[in-house]
């Protein structure tokens, strides 16, 4: 299938754009070494001495909850306290690899602007927006294509629950010059504006940016929300809990409840064929926010995550340094992640919107123009660092034994937009056709013939 004029041209312009900026290149968390040896390990001993009280109190956790209190806790969460990005770090994301990247995701975010018809608003709001690397880059292409935009009215609204990051962001994105909010009740938290005077808010939940035509961005988001753990067993599913090691007290253990949980009773499927099941009902409870919002306001949510299609069983894993790091070791100084499952996001989607994929990342950004793009950048630098640099983040991006089949991307998408025309009723005396929709960029092959 190819691209209409409006999104082929739009493409077509975007890829033959010179470079801005510096090339970004480094490792991905997908690629890590064995996880360090127990004994090389000293736990954090707050947030172990928070949990092994809550748990000495009422009893094992949740894996849920166990995720929750070691990333979120407005304490001593990993996500609340650390810089967790970038080279000193614990991994680092697609954005980070290669400026690219968030220039497709720019470019695919315009396209579906198109799509919807242009309208006079557009919302661009990012969960969990790291160090703003991919906002930035996104902004970039908005500045490259304003032409595009005519007199529509673009704002960026951040998702943004770390302190630590949102000062990073205001950074990348607005040169620092943002100002808090006087009261911690006020639903936007942060504010400021971006060099080309596009208003940015900073908020902790979904539930307040405000109402409107709205691109939802979610990269990396899904994997970090907490998940329960499920066990089938001969008298059915059991969940999957976190206790303390009787033999080692400083140390926590899983085990598997003796009966079973509300959540155990609850999120299963009737018809689950796999033995060991993930489910993240936090990350269910966001979606069928998205797409109630996208029914209701139009719009489209891109979810680019590392994940499956209902297939895989245990995913639970951390890193720490760039290694893989044990999820019950030395709580809070670790990132904790698990596969999204894009099956269980679909179904909870529901049917007020259409939803696309998983595509892997590589089909991805090859149907947004990426070789294309390589080649143009590589005609216009003579630089060896730079271009193998370049060379390098796009094989990490698109190579299947790399981050290129490991990542996939998901969308939700107003039912209009893949709406065929409706047929005129009653006779014409002049018959005129009616556009087809536009297709989806990135989950549509991208033609320029």
Sequence with gaps: MRFSFNTQLLCRVFISLPAAGRWRAAQSRLFCSSPPTSDQEKPRASMLRHLTSKIKATGPVTVAEYMREVLTNPVTGYYVKNDMLGP?????????????????????????????????????????????????DVLRVFSQLRSVFGGASVSVHLVEVSPVLSRLQSQSLTGNSSQEADSEDEPV???????????????????????????????????????????????????????????????????????????????????????????????????????????????????????????????FRGFKGHQLHDVLSSPGSADLT????????????????????????RTFLKNMGIDSRLQVLLRNCSDPTTRKQLTGSYDMLTNPAKMGERFHFFSLLHHSRLAKPKKPDGLKLEKKKSPAPLPVAGFTELSFS
Excluded: N
């Design 88 to 136: 000193d770090g614990d991994f680092i994301t697609s954005p980070e690899i290669s400026q690219i990247f968030g220039e497709l995701i720019g470019v695919w975010i315009i396209s579906e602007w198109m799509g919807a018809g242009q309208p006079k608003q557009l919302q661009l709001v990012e969960l969990g927006p790291g160090r703003g690397s991919l906002c930035s």
């Design 338 to 361: 698990a596969d999204v499952d894009f099956s269980y996001l679909r179904r909870m989607a529901g049917g007020g919107v259409a939803c696309l994929g998983p595509v892997t990342q």
């Design 189 to 315: 938290y942060r504010h400021g504006e971006t060099a080309a005077g596009l208003p940015v808010s900073w908020y902790r939940r979904l539930d307040d940016v405000p109402a409107g035509f709205s691109i939802f961005l979610a990269h990396e988001f899904f994997d970090a929300l907490p998940i329960h753990k499920f066990q089938r067993t001969v008298k059915g599913w059991r969940e999957v809990m976190v206790d303390i090691d009787p033999e080692k007290p400083d140390r926590l253990r899983f085990v598997m409840a003796p009966s079973p949980t509300p959540a155990s009773s609850t999120l299963v499927q009737a018809d689950e064929r796999r033995g060991h099941v993930e489910v993240c009902a936090e990350g269910g409870v966001i979606v069928q926010q998205l797409a109630r919002r996208i029914a209701a306001d139009g719009g489209a949510a891109l979810i680019a995550d590392y994940g499956h299609d209902g297939t895989k069983t245990d995913t």
